[in-house]
């Protein structure tokens, strides 16, 4: 249960930042909100890291040198998932925009899971999957339509 309240909170925090960096984006400009969006992350997270970590300095670049180094780019991703959100919002509307982020998102989670990509555990695809997500891309059609 705790997951799903997670998740909601998640989903709404992605809606709400989402808006309000492409009105951020608006005034001061793509990439400059973009470097201030996640500059402020860096420095929330560095103040978190260094008053609520749970391993020393030493410990933290031994535990990154034993890693896949793929594992690195998480942080390259999320400048890649700002800028789009927020070039997906400025050329649709937030609802659109939002509906096809999330079944892009399930989309490939499906497929990690399908083919247990990174480590996930394998959940297979089945058919009625694919029906899932063709009525979630029909929904989105409708919802545009009308």
Do not use: C
Not at 41 to 66: D, P, V, Y
Not at 72 to 78: H, P, T, Y
Request: hydrophobic share 60%.
């Amino acid at each position: 249960m705790l997951g799903f309240l997670f998740s909601i909170i998640a989903g709404a925090a992605m809606s709400v930042q989402g808006v309000i960096n492409t009105r951020l984006s608006e005034k001061i400009g793509l990439y400059e909100s973009n470097a201030w969006v996640q500059g402020t992350a860096f420095l929330l997270s560095a103040i978190a890291f260094f008053f609520l970590r749970k391993t020393g300095w030493a410990e933290l670049w031994q535990g990154i040198g034993g890693i896949n180094k793929f594992y690195l780019f998480g942080g390259a991703i999320g400048l890649v998932i700002t800028v789009t959100v927020m070039l997906s919002m400025r050329h649709l509307n937030p609802t659109l925009a939002v509906s096809s982020i999330l079944i892009a998102q399930l989309a490939v989670a499906a497929l990690i899971d399908a083919f247990g990509w990174f480590g996930a555990e394998k959940v297979p695809f089945s058919p009625m999957k694919f029906v899932a997500l063709a009525l979630m891309v029909g929904g989105v059609i409708l919802f545009k339509k009308f």
